[in-house]
């Protein structure tokens, strides 16, 4: 099958890598000059487990990345991945899906009528998008009807860090379409994948996608909630939750406690979510308790902080881990930002270590005196606090005894060594 990706990102550069990978002939689109002479010398533009090496293995083969869209005439599916980043009232900004759908109607506009192609969504867009906007669009751009063009909807649920395996192991299949003969091009571009395949209409497969990071999100502010009435008993969150994540009707994932949800998928969500509830004159209150929960938590790393150092001002504060979470190089609404700031404007130094993460951090916040070790970042430090749950720092110990005392505090649930104190443990 030969498959069109509009998109070089996390999403379409994995979706992309992965359908070379069950050995499809793959297009990939990207506009930026540089990441697509990248992805054709086989190097990633970005950071994710495995990547590089399904890329080079299939880089200049079967994938081929432009920045123009000619070559997407010949794709039996195209599949749209471009981002959807949140504006600035909380709805996600859809210019790129706008732009990227007229391009895509354009370059079809010269195919041989005896071609028949599939539009298919993959970016995160709110329920109406893709009837109210993509199939419109490519539509009047193309000049043709839609029994040449079918569209589907076929959300991602990739975990940045684990995108690729993510992308062969999934839980479900989700196809959104009106036709049959479009899901069943649409599943066939999985064959080799094993999960069931659950098709809905076009709409449904938008929610689903929503519904399930609001979920996420949702399971994860339980668990900090849960956490900051733990800490207030001496109670440790972590073993109340193994217990309860065992009931196989709320189940163990994403009850880890601590700072709270960043990335650039989950607050984003939520937010959408919530924009779209109000628009339509709900008033979502769990949604926004979830997002609130998920503002404070981080906060209270600092509260713990002046307990145990008092005045911050002219501290210098250690702060091991960047990215928002670990396995990445991510650091977009990562935790660490927002407490870092806090304790910028409260005059504390700030040492910082992370083990990918420095560079992206340093472009936000050029500030802070980034070490290229923990040991570094350590020593001579008032407190130390984790914001990220890097392996390396599971086994770090005697690397504490460099700082003038051992004020350890987590934000995330990693260390094994005594003197820690957990954000809600
Ligand atoms: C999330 C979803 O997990 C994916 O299914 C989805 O496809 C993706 O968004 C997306 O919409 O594209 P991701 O943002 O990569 O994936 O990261 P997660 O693994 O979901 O973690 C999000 C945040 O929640 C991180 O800051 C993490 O540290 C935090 N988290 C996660 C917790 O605080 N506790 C947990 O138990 C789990």
């Not at 419109?136 to 909807?153: C, E, M, T």
């Not at 713990?304 to 002219?314: A, C, W, Y």
């Amino acid at each position: 099958m030969r498959i069109s990706v509009i998109g070089g990102g996390y999403v379409g550069l994995v979706s992309a890598v992965c359908f070379a990978e069950l050995g499809h002939s793959v297009d990939l689109v990207e506009i930026d000059r540089a990441k697509c002479d990248a992805i054709n010398a086989g190097h990633p533009p970005i950071y994710e487990n495995g990547l590089e090496e399904l890329l080079s293995a299939h880089a200049g083969k079967n994938l081929h990345a432009y920045v123009e869209y000619d070559h997407i005439k010949y794709s039996d599916i195209i599949f749209i991945c471009v981002g959807t980043p949140q504006g600035p009232d909380g709805h996600p900004d859809l210019s790129n899906i706008i732009s990227s759908s007229e391009s895509i109607g354009r370059a079809l506009r010269d195919t041989d009528d005896t071609r028949y192609h599939v539009v298919v969504v993959k970016s995160t867009v709110p329920p109406g998008t893709t009837e109210k906007q993509v199939i419109p669009s490519v539509l009047r751009q193309s000049g043709k009807k839609n029994d040449k063009i079918g569209f589907a909807v076929n959300p991602e649920f990739l975990r940045e860090g684990m995108a690729v395996w993510d992308f062969m192991n999934p839980d479900r299949i989700v196809i959104g379409c009106r036709e049959n003969r479009v899901g069943d091009l649409v599943e066939a571009a999985y064959s080799g994948i094993k999960a069931p395949v659950i098709r809905t209409g076009i709409a449904a497969a938008e929610m689903i996608k929503y519904a399930s990071n609001a979920f996420l999100a949702t399971k994860i502010s339980y668990a900090n909630e849960i956490g900051n009435i733990c800490k207030k008993l001496g109670i440790d969150v972590y073993e109340v939750m193994r217990a309860v994540g065992r009931d196989s009707r709320i189940g163990p994932a994403f009850l880890n406690a601590g700072t709270g949800f960043g990335g650039s998928c989950l607050p984003k969500d939520v937010s959408a979510l919530i924009a779209l509830a109000e628009d339509l004159g709900e008033n979502p209150v769990l949604l926004k308790s979830v997002m609130h929960i998920n503002k404070l938590q981080p906060l209270r790393l600092i509260d713990l902080l002046i307990k145990r150092v008092g005045d911050l001002d002219g501290k210098k504060i250690s702060v091991l881990g960047l990215s928002f979470k670990e396995n990445t190089d991510d650091v977009r609404e990562s935790r660490s930002v927002v407490v870092i700031k806090e304790l910028i404007s409260r005059g504390a130094r700030v040492s910082a270590y992370d083990p990918r993460a420095n560079q992206s951090m340093k472009r936000i916040l050029p500030e802070v005196d980034y070490c290229s070790s923990a040991s570094e970042s350590l020593t001579d430090a008032d407190a130390c606090l984790v914001m990220t749950e890097w392996p390396e720092f599971a086994h770090l110990d005697k690397e504490f005894d460099l700082m003038k005392s051992r004020v350890i505090i987590e934000g995330r649930r990693i260390l094994s060594c005594k003197d820690r104190e957990g954000i809600c443990w």
